[in-house]
Every structure is written in structure tokens, then in C-alpha cells.
T-cell receptor, first 112, second 111 residues
Framework: DQQVKQNSPSLSVQEGRISILNCDYT??????FLWYKKYPAEGPTFLIS?????DKNEDGRFTVFLNKSAKHLSLHIVPSQPGDSAVYFC???????????FGGGTRLMVKP | DTGVSQNPRHKITKRGQNVTFRCDPI?????LYWYRQTLGQGPEFLTY????????KSRLLSDRFSAERPKGSFSTLEIQRTEQGDSAMYLC?????????FGPGTRLTVL
């Protein structure tokens, strides 16, 4: 049973436009959510997180939106840059600091 | 470099051999996690330490797997009698507060 799902395996976006990556979860006990970026042959790099008490968190070009009623979160990257091309994973936990449950990832390609 | 480090970065072994991986955390990070990632999948949780205490283990962690964190600093993950299905990237992450920071991983190939 996949508790965190990223239904789009890949996404292609033009440089300068917005990239929107989506994530759905089924476990209503999840209350802390994170996004990671991963390049080949490297470990995941933390990007941004959000607690369930918020519906939006912003850090520079990255914004995460959380819709608890729909059990859905999204990552917006504006403007997208070629260096953003990587695999993006969303992750969730029951209480911050506990084990993470990851989605399957979305490969983002930003074309110059 | 003060990030999470893992050694070795790559390990090729024959089926039935034992292997051991090491993770050195960011200093002062009291929590340490092991995950496993196979091709095309997200990382899957294996086990978690707070200081030297192993607090949680996934059912993925069969009795061939053992992890230790003596003295609450570095950690080791040992796989005994490796099987081809153990081939994966083994990731270590550490945290002080909420966010987990990952090392580069150890890629295990079992022939």
C-alpha cells in the first residue's frame, strides 16, 4: 500500500516558466511534509518542508502548498532553471523527526 | 566537508558474502536513519537511532540486517549472507531537529 504517491513520473518545462510537482498521500496521521531533490549518484538534498498547521511555505523560488482535506501537496518552482533538472521526491512523516515515507519521484526536465 | 558521509561509495560482492557500510553524521545530530532505494523508487525506511538507541526498525529489515550506533556517533549497517535482491542504494540521513539530511549513499551490487 503506497501511502505517498507522485503520479507523474516525469515533467518537462521551459526555462523561466513555472514547474508544478504534485504529491498525494493517504495516511491522515501524516503531519509533516518535505520535498527533496536528487541528482544521479548523489543522496537526496532537502529543499523545503511544511507542517500541517500551515497551508503554504515559501523559500525563494520554491513554494510548497498543502491541502489537508484533499491530502495533496504541491511544489511550485518559479522561475524554473536548467539546473533544477533532477528527480524530486515528496516525503511525509507522523511528527517531524520521525521516519519518512517517500513517493516514487518525478523527473523534472527544464529546457533552455 | 561537514555533511553526512558514507563509506564505501560503491561495493560489489558475491552472493552469500557479508558486507558492512559506515555512516558518519553531521556533528551534534542525535538522530540517524538508514534507508534503501532501488531503481525507479523512492527511498524506503529501514531503521532509526536516537543517540545510541535503536528506536524503530522496518519489517523490511530482515534478520540478515543489523545496524549499530555505538556511542551515538557513527553508525554501521551490516548485511549477512547477501542476496541479489539486496542490490540497492543504501542511504544514511541525520537530523538535529525536523529536517533529515542525507549522505551520498553506498551503492551495493550483489553478483
Amino acid at each position: 500500500d503506497q501511502q505517498v504517491k507522485q503520479n507523474s513520473p516525469s515533467l518537462s518545462v521551459q526555462e523561466g516558466r513555472i514547474s508544478i510537482l504534485n504529491c498525494d498521500y493517504t495516511n491522515s496521521m501524516f503531519d509533516y511534509f518535505l520535498w527533496y531533490k536528487k541528482y544521479p549518484a548523489e543522496g537526496p538534498t532537502f529543499l523545503i518542508s511544511i507542517s500541517s498547521i500551515k497551508d503554504k511555505n515559501e523559500d525563494g523560488r520554491f513554494t510548497v502548498f498543502l491541502n489537508k482535506s484533499a491530502k495533496h501537496l504541491s511544489l511550485h518552482i518559479v522561475p524554473s532553471q536548467p539546473g533544477d533538472s533532477a528527480v524530486y521526491f515528496c516525503a511525509a512523516s507522523e511528527n517531524a523527526g520521525n521516519m519518512l515515507t517517500f513517493g516514487g519521484g518525478t523527473r523534472l526536465m527544464v529546457k533552455p | 566537508d561537514t555533511g553526512v558521509s558514507q563509506n564505501p561509495r560503491h561495493k560489489i560482492t558475491k552472493r552469500g558474502q557479508n558486507v558492512t557500510f559506515r555512516c558518519d553524521p553531521i556533528s551534534e545530530h542525535n538522530r540517524l536513519y538508514w534507508y534503501r532505494q532501488t531503481l525507479g523508487q523512492g527511498p524506503e525506511f529501514l531503521t532509526y537511532f536516537q543517540n545510541e538507541a535503536q528506536l524503530e526498525k522496518s519489517r523490511l529489515l530482515s534478520d540478515r540486517f543489523s545496524a549499530e550506533r555505538p556511542k551515538g556517533s557513527f553508525s554501521t549497517l551490516e548485511i549477512q549472507r547477501t542476496e541479489q535482491g539486496d542490490s540497492a542504494m543504501y542511504l544514511c540521513a541525520t537530523s538535529e531537529f525536523d529536517e533529515q539530511f542525507f549522505g551520498p549513499g553506498t551503492r551495493l551490487t550483489v553478483l
